[in-house]
C-alpha cells in the first residue's frame, strides 16, 4: 500500500529516517546515518528545498508524469510544492548525501530574493544533474561546511554562514548544470532542430487560430522537457530567451504574410495568433520599427 508523506518541517524530515534535529531549519544527512527504511512505496509532498546526491540506483522516482533519469553520482532536487512518488528497490542499499532546508531560512537573506534564479530546482524529473567525481567532492565538501556550522552552538552569525554555504553549494551546481549543457551540446542542438521544425509545423498548421499563439510549455512539452529546463538549453545555445527564439520565428513569418500575401493586418494577426490586432500591431512595431502597414509600404530596393 503506498503511503503519503507530508514534509513541511525539517523535524518531521529528521523523524522520518530517525536522525536528530541539529537546527530547525535546516538538516544534512547521510543515509550511513538513517536508523529506519522508507516504506517501499511512498509518495513524498515537499514543503522544503531539498537536494540529494544518490550515490546508487535504489529505485524510481517519479516527479509528476516522468522517472528521474537518476543513476550513480546524480543529483536530485525538489522545491516547496512539489509532490515526488519513490518506488524503493530492496536489494539495493541506499547511498545518499542529502540537505533539506526550510524556505524560512532564507527569507530576508539574498538567497531567498534569488532562490528562482536556480531554476534546476523546478526542473523535470528526466533532468537530473550528472556529477564528474571532481563535482561530487566539491558538493560533499559545501555539505560538510553546512553540517559543521548547524552543529555548532547558535550565535549571531550562524544564520548568515549557513545561509551563505547554502548559497554557495547552489552556485556551485548551477555551474554543474551550464556544464552539463556543454558536455550534452550534441544533443542539445539536436533538440533545438526539432524546435525548429516544431515551429515551422506551427505556423503551417491551423493550431494559431485555434490554440493561440505558441508557448514555450507547447515546443518544451514535445522534446519532453520542462520548460525550465528547455528554456535554459535554448539560452546556452543560441543566447536567446526560448520566448524570444518563438517571437522571432512569428516575426519571421509575419513579415512573409505582409509581403507575400493581399491580407489585412487584421486578417495576418488572426492567422498568426493574436486575439487583438492591435496586440499584433504593438509586437512587429517593437520588433520591426515600423507597423505592419508601414511595412508593406516601404520601397523594394
Given at each position: 500500500?503506498?503511503?503519503?508523506?507530508?514534509?513541511?518541517?525539517?523535524?518531521?524530515?529528521?523523524?522520518?529516517?530517525?536522525?536528530?534535529?541539529?537546527?530547525?531549519?535546516?538538516?544534512?544527512?547521510?543515509?550511513?546515518?538513517?536508523?529506519?527504511?522508507?516504506?517501499?512505496?511512498?509518495?513524498?509532498?515537499?514543503?522544503?528545498?531539498?537536494?540529494?546526491?544518490?550515490?546508487?540506483?535504489?529505485?524510481?522516482?517519479?516527479?509528476?508524469?516522468?522517472?528521474?533519469?537518476?543513476?550513480?553520482?546524480?543529483?536530485?532536487?525538489?522545491?516547496?510544492?512539489?509532490?515526488?512518488?519513490?518506488?524503493?528497490?530492496?536489494?539495493?542499499?541506499?547511498?545518499?548525501?542529502?540537505?533539506?532546508?526550510?524556505?524560512?531560512?532564507?527569507?530576508?537573506?539574498?538567497?531567498?530574493?534569488?532562490?528562482?534564479?536556480?531554476?534546476?530546482?523546478?526542473?523535470?524529473?528526466?533532468?537530473?544533474?550528472?556529477?564528474?567525481?571532481?563535482?561530487?567532492?566539491?558538493?560533499?565538501?559545501?555539505?560538510?561546511?553546512?553540517?559543521?556550522?548547524?552543529?555548532?552552538?547558535?550565535?549571531?552569525?550562524?544564520?548568515?554562514?549557513?545561509?551563505?554555504?547554502?548559497?554557495?553549494?547552489?552556485?556551485?551546481?548551477?555551474r554543474f548544470?551550464?556544464?552539463?549543457?556543454?558536455?550534452?551540446?550534441?544533443?542539445?542542438?539536436?533538440?533545438?532542430?526539432?524546435?525548429?521544425?516544431?515551429?515551422?509545423?506551427?505556423?503551417?498548421?491551423?493550431?494559431?487560430?485555434?490554440?493561440?499563439?505558441?508557448?514555450?510549455?507547447?515546443?518544451?512539452?514535445?522534446?519532453?522537457?520542462?520548460?525550465?529546463?528547455?528554456?535554459?538549453?535554448?539560452?546556452?545555445?543560441?543566447?536567446?530567451?526560448?520566448?524570444?527564439?518563438?517571437?522571432?520565428?512569428?516575426?519571421?513569418?509575419?513579415?512573409?504574410?505582409?509581403l507575400g500575401?493581399?491580407?489585412?493586418?487584421?486578417?495576418?494577426?488572426?492567422?498568426?495568433?493574436?486575439?487583438?490586432?492591435?496586440?499584433?500591431?504593438?509586437i512587429f512595431?517593437?520588433?520591426?520599427?515600423?507597423?505592419?502597414?508601414?511595412?508593406?509600404?516601404?520601397?523594394?530596393?
Amino acid at each position: 500500500m503506498e503511503e503519503f508523506i507530508k514534509l513541511d518541517t525539517v523535524d518531521c524530515y529528521n523523524k522520518l529516517y530517525g536522525v536528530e534535529t541539529l537546527h530547525p531549519l535546516v538538516s544534512v544527512v547521510d543515509a550511513s546515518e538513517v536508523q529506519r527504511d522508507l516504506p517501499d512505496n511512498v509518495t513524498f509532498n515537499y514543503g522544503l528545498y531539498a537536494l540529494f546526491l544518490k550515490q546508487t540506483k535504489c529505485g524510481d522516482l517519479r516527479y509528476g508524469k516522468q522517472t528521474y533519469d537518476y543513476q550513480e553520482g546524480t543529483v536530485t532536487s525538489f522545491a516547496p510544492g512539489q509532490v515526488v512518488e519513490v518506488r524503493r528497490d530492496t536489494s539495493v542499499r541506499p547511498q545518499w548525501q542529502g540537505l533539506v532546508f526550510h524556505p524560512d531560512l532564507i527569507r530576508g537573506t539574498s538567497l531567498g530574493q534569488d532562490i528562482k534564479q536556480y531554476s534546476f530546482f523546478s526542473y523535470a524529473s528526466n533532468e537530473a544533474l550528472h556529477l564528474s567525481e571532481d563535482e561530487k567532492g566539491i558538493y560533499r565538501d559545501c555539505l560538510s561546511k553546512i553540517k559543521r556550522e548547524i552543529s555548532r552552538p547558535v550565535d549571531k552569525h550562524s544564520r548568515r554562514l549557513i545561509v551563505r554555504n547554502i548559497e554557495l553549494l547552489l552556485d556551485y551546481c548551477l555551474r554543474f548544470y551550464e556544464r552539463q549543457f556543454i558536455t550534452r551540446s550534441k544533443v542539445n542542438k539536436g533538440i533545438l532542430s526539432r524546435f525548429e521544425d516544431l515551429l515551422d509545423d506551427y505556423f503551417q498548421s491551423n493550431l494559431p487560430q485555434t490554440k493561440g499563439l505558441p508557448t514555450v510549455k507547447y515546443f518544451a512539452d514535445r522534446v519532453n522537457l520542462s520548460p525550465n529546463y528547455f528554456g535554459d538549453l535554448v539560452k546556452k545555445e543560441t543566447g536567446r530567451t526560448a520566448q524570444e527564439y518563438i517571437q522571432g520565428k512569428l516575426i519571421e513569418v509575419a513579415k512573409q504574410e505582409i509581403l507575400g500575401s493581399d491580407r489585412s493586418v487584421s486578417e495576418i494577426a488572426y492567422r498568426l495568433g493574436f486575439q487583438y490586432p492591435q496586440h499584433f500591431t504593438r509586437i512587429f512595431k517593437k520588433s520591426v520599427g515600423c507597423t505592419p502597414t508601414g511595412y508593406r509600404d516601404l520601397p523594394v530596393l
